[in-house]
């Protein structure tokens, strides 16, 4: 057996996740500076290491925090973390192999935006006593299965403090000021956790 893309129908699934890469791309540019992102989704080395990003901490090319993006299109109130990229062979799933710092997860029906410690989510995951549900990988067609944990948003706010939220049309209103039509899945009890850009007075 062997897992492929080849023959499934995967691409929407590629196609949603550049868009997410772009959103978290030009946020971190406009709150770090054009040179303080680096986008490296074409890179090799870096693929195989699950990093899409490289976003400088201080917004000088001298030190670089790893960055993962995700991408959610249904409104389910639930984070897909990935156990295994291949269920049939037991291949570890990005939650596990990824070398990424920082977790981003984009919710692209409701433009709400998780930004996670990624050593904590993975701890979480471990230890949470919240019975996190294990269920297949929901592309359709595909020729082999994914297997991933369902992360209630709700939950993970309640036990990681750290998890920053914020709503991109709010920070990119001239790009995606139109784009997202249903309500935010941000519990109204965690309303102070969401974080608005500085405006001008």
């Given at each position: 057996?062997?897992?492929?893309?080849?023959?499934?129908?995967?691409?929407?699934?590629?196609?949603?996740?550049?868009?997410?890469?772009?959103?978290?791309?030009?946020?971190?540019?406009?709150?770090?500076?054009?040179?303080?992102?680096?986008?490296?989704?074409?890179?090799?080395?870096?693929?195989?290491?699950?990093?899409?990003?490289?976003?400088?901490?201080?917004?000088?090319?001298?030190?670089?925090?790893?960055?993962?993006?995700?991408?959610?299109?249904?409104?389910?109130?639930?984070?897909?973390?990935?156990?295994?990229?291949?269920?049939?062979?037991?291949?570890?799933?990005?939650?596990?192999?990824?070398?990424?710092?920082?977790?981003?997860s984009c919710l692209w029906p409701t433009g709400?935006?998780?930004?996670?410690?990624?050593?904590?989510?993975?701890?979480?995951?471990?230890?949470?006593?919240?019975?996190?549900?294990?269920?297949?990988?929901?592309?359709?067609?595909?020729?082999?299965?994914?297997?991933?944990?369902?992360?209630?948003?709700?939950?993970?706010?309640?036990?990681?403090?750290?998890?920053?939220?914020?709503?991109?049309?709010?920070?990119?209103?001239?790009?995606?000021?139109?784009?997202?039509?249903?309500?935010?899945?941000?519990?109204?009890?965690?309303?102070?956790?969401?974080?608005?850009?500085?405006?001008?007075?």
């Open positions: 057996f062997a897992c492929s893309y080849a023959g499934s129908a995967i691409q929407p699934s590629f196609d949603l996740g550049k868009l997410g890469v772009q959103a978290v791309e030009t946020l971190f540019s406009h709150t770090r500076g054009e040179h303080g992102v680096r986008n490296v989704e074409a890179d090799k080395a870096w693929q195989g290491r699950d990093v899409d990003l490289l976003v400088s901490e201080s917004g000088q090319s001298t030190s670089w925090l790893q960055v993962e993006v995700k991408n959610e299109n249904k409104a389910t109130g639930n984070l897909v973390l990935e156990k295994y990229s291949c269920l049939e062979l037991k291949t570890p799933g990005w939650l596990t192999y990824s070398t990424a710092e920082v977790l981003v709400d935006m998780f930004l996670m410690d990624f050593a904590k989510v993975r701890e979480w995951v471990k230890t949470t006593p919240r019975n996190l549900r294990l269920v297949p990988g929901t592309v359709p067609e595909q020729n082999y299965h994914s297997q991933c944990y369902l992360a209630p948003i709700a939950g993970m706010l309640d036990d990681l403090a750290e998890v920053v939220c914020l709503r991109i049309a709010d920070w990119m209103p001239a790009l995606y000021g139109e784009a997202f039509k249903h309500d935010s899945l941000i519990p109204a009890r965690h309303s102070s956790r969401i974080v608005w850009p500085a405006r001008l007075h």
